[in-house]
């Protein structure tokens, strides 16, 4: 893949900041093409090779060294930063932000959503990416593995919600706006509007995707956004459904090539979240686990679980129709604590409610 | 050079026809690698142009059972999996059966008018039983009809016949590879919209050492199903066996469907069909836009039925067929008939 392409690491990108014109072209002829390959060789193998003398090489290597590395922050700075600029989106559940530490979602953190099937992973993505996009008027991109977004569902879900708030506001008032309600409706159209959903069907479609945004998203930052990179400018949150199913047929037994699929899409996905603040919501199956077979654990294995910063679990128990129960909880997570809030929720026409 | 080689190629192609049918594949899947990448580079979709894409057009494909078609939002969807699940003997396969003859319903009546492709692994295809099917739905379709005469496209036996191509396949090698070839096929007949595969499970249920293999490639074929449904707009149904699972703590025993966790991901919709109180039900389990649910249903000569529902053939031994013009000045022989016939045309 990146035979053809610029990495950007190559030796004449850098001639400005700490080469000269004639060490480049040494370096080129010689078998150094790329930077990394000056930073990581031996001083003296250099040396033989480019016959460029001993002490330019040291500086070169120490600049450059200087241009990687990352900055140290202040402690108590960066604190005020993230204080300043992490935003916090309110799920729409009250339940899930009581369960993320009162204030819902915070932006440039990666969320996974466990469960077995039918558990309501895909009900409660749907009801975060519709109440982001009424509540902060942010655009959301949704990415969909098996076909199961459903605008229908999310115009149910709006509608009751409203007639809802409208009952409890006749309760109190007794009056009747009629015009009111017309209008409210064609909300619905520019909350559909902002919600846009690509499909995926495999790994490669998937990694192909994250960098089309993540490119996207650059050029986005630097420039003044055109009409069809619009979108992106007011991208707020980036949903996965799920990323079980597409990476679970290429990792595992002896796949070396799946495993390294897997952790390109994992660090692309952490590099967008973290530089543009991004949150991204990412939905999981579960793997049965233990002998009986009836523990479930998340699916992918220990390298996938590093991925996420939260982890929430869902557990789902169905007897009958009448008796089934739904419990969610936070199984892993770098700044919540673990397991001592397990909520219990049902799916209603008006979304989720507790 | 390039006559050279035309002639070289039309002297193959004289030598045998096997060659020939080989270029244009060739020629047709370079067409579908070359839509790939394109469709691949699609900007996705809006989630208000979806909904405006959903609701144009027939977009489900009807099973007959009034009850089950209202817990499904009108049918089996197009562009989704759908997953069928039950013991042995509850139906799965005359559910199969009649979505296949239901694929040739006609446009104007509510169905998707399109060809169905039959996937069978476990040999349980019967001709005469579908033939049968196919006979009561167009009776059926005739006395609809008769109420609306504007509507020229009228189905008999044999285009419903003519309209389901049937595979058979032995062995998971086969079912693999024909499920990579199915793109070459769609690609030709575009208006096939019902692949049923009947059962996924059975090809499956051996001859692997490597159990992590046999997840593997279910998923991958999965994926392919549903890439083919997304791209050409089609419903996918699978059939899957059931396994008991025993809980060691609570000591019973428990059915599931079979394949595993992470095949039960993969569907989009999930149905289970139990008896209860010597009664057919079907359940459905796993829907993203509809809530979970069961209701009954009844297979009869006919198909699949509302529980308590009679054929008007059944009331009337002439006929419909035979005395058009009589029927048409009687009144609709029962209310059940007349149910039906209003539920065919919404």
Redesign the interface.
């Known amino acids: 893949m990146e035979e053809e392409g610029i990495t950007g690491l190559e030796v004449r990108f850098y001639q400005a900041q700490c080469l000269s014109e004639e060490n480049v072209i040494k370096f080129e002829n010689n078998g150094y093409p790329m930077i990394d390959l000056i930073l990581f060789s031996d001083a003296y193998q250099i040396q033989r090779n480019t016959s460029i003398p001993m002490e330019t090489i040291y500086i070169i290597q120490r600049n450059l060294q200087r241009l990687f590395s990352s900055v140290p922050i202040n402690g108590y700075q960066h604190y005020l930063d993230i204080k300043e600029f992490k935003n916090h989106y309110s799920s729409g559940i009250k339940l899930l932000d009581q369960l993320l530490g009162g204030n819902g979602f915070t932006s440039g953190e990666i969320y996974e959503l466990v469960g077995n099937t039918s558990c309501g992973k895909t009900q409660i993505s749907m009801c975060c990416s519709l109440n982001l996009s009424q509540q902060y008027d942010s655009n959301i991109i949704y990415i969909d593995s098996s076909n199961s977004f459903s605008p229908s569902r999310l115009t149910e879900i709006f509608k009751s919600n409203y007639l809802l708030k409208q009952q409890q506001k006749q309760q109190q008032q007794h009056k009747q706006n009629n015009d009111k309600i017309e209008i409210e409706q064609d909300k619905i159209l520019k909350i559909l509007d902002r919600i846009k959903v690509f499909n995926c069907f495999d790994s490669i479609t998937l990694l192909d995707l994250l960098g089309t945004i993540n490119n996207t998203l650059c050029v986005v930052s630097d420039e003044r956004p055109t009409f069809e990179n619009q979108f992106y400018k007011g991208l707020k949150m980036v949903v996965i459904d799920s990323i079980g199913t597409l990476l679970a047929p290429i990792i595992g037994g002896k796949q070396t090539q799946g495993h390294y699929t897997m952790m390109m899409i994992s660090r692309l996905i952490k590099d967008i979240a973290d530089t543009y603040q991004i949150t991204f919501l990412i939905t999981n199956n579960t793997v049965s686990s233990g002998s009986n077979g009836f523990d479930n654990k998340a699916a992918l294995g220990e390298a996938w679980s590093m991925v996420p910063n939260h982890q929430l679990m869902i557990n789902h128990q169905y007897n009958d129709d009448e008796n089934e129960e739904r419990l969610i909880y936070i199984e892993k997570s770098t700044r919540l604590p673990k397991k001592t809030m397990i909520k219990s929720f049902k799916i209603r026409d008006n979304g989720i409610v507790s | 050079m390039d006559e050279n080689i035309n002639k070289d190629n039309e002297n193959f192609s004289n030598d045998n026809n096997y060659s020939n049918n080989l270029n244009e594949d060739e020629i047709i899947f370079n067409n579908y690698i070359d839509n790939y990448s394109n469709y691949?580079n699609s900007?996705?979709?809006?989630?208000?142009d979806?909904?405006i894409k959903?609701r144009d057009g027939n977009n489900n494909i009807i099973t007959f059972c009034s009850e089950i078609d209202q817990m499904l939002?009108g049918g089996i969807p197009l562009?989704?999996?759908t997953e069928i699940s039950g013991v042995p003997g509850i139906g799965k396969t005359q559910m199969a059966f009649q979505l296949l003859v239901n694929t040739s319903i006609p446009f104007d009546l509510g169905g998707v008018q399109g060809k169905a492709i039959y996937i069978d692994t476990e040999g349980s295809y019967s001709c005469h039983r579908v033939r049968e099917i196919a006979t009561h739905l167009v009776d059926h379709l005739e006395c609809v009809l008769l109420k609306n005469p504007r509507i020229e496209y009228k189905p008999t036996v044999e285009t419903i016949l003519n309209s389901i191509y049937y595979y058979r396949v032995y062995h998971y090698i086969e079912i693999i590879s024909l499920i990579h070839q199915l793109p070459l096929f769609l690609e030709k007949n575009k208006d096939v919209k019902l692949i049923v595969v009947d059962s996924i499970t059975y090809p499956f249920r051996s001859d692997f050492k490597?159990m992590?293999?046999r997840?593997?490639?279910l998923?991958?074929l999965a994926?392919?199903l549903?890439?083919m449904?997304?791209r050409y707009n089609l419903a996918v149904v699978v059939m899957n066996q059931v396994t008991t699972?025993i809980?060691?703590?609570q000591k019973e025993s428990i059915l599931v469907p079979y394949l595993?966790?992470?095949w039960?991901?993969?569907?989009?919709y999930?149905m289970v069909l139990f008896w209860k109180q010597k009664q057919r039900f079907c359940h459905l389990?796993?829907?993203?836009?509809n809530k979970?649910?069961?209701n009954p249903f009844d297979i009869a000569e006919y198909g699949i039925r509302d529980v308590g529902f009679i054929h008007p053939s059944f009331l009337n031994p002439e006929g419909q067929s035979q005395n058009k013009q009589q029927q048409q000045k009687q009144q609709p022989p029962n209310n059940n008939n007349d149910e039906n016939e209003m539920y065919i045309e919404t």
């Open positions: 691949l900007n996705g979709i809006s989630a208000l979806l909904l959903d939002n562009k989704k999996i490597d992590g293999l997840t593997r490639s998923l991958s994926q392919n549903m890439n449904a997304t699972k809980s060691p703590n595993g966790e992470s039960t991901h993969i569907c989009t999930r389990y796993k829907s993203p836009s979970s649910c069961f």
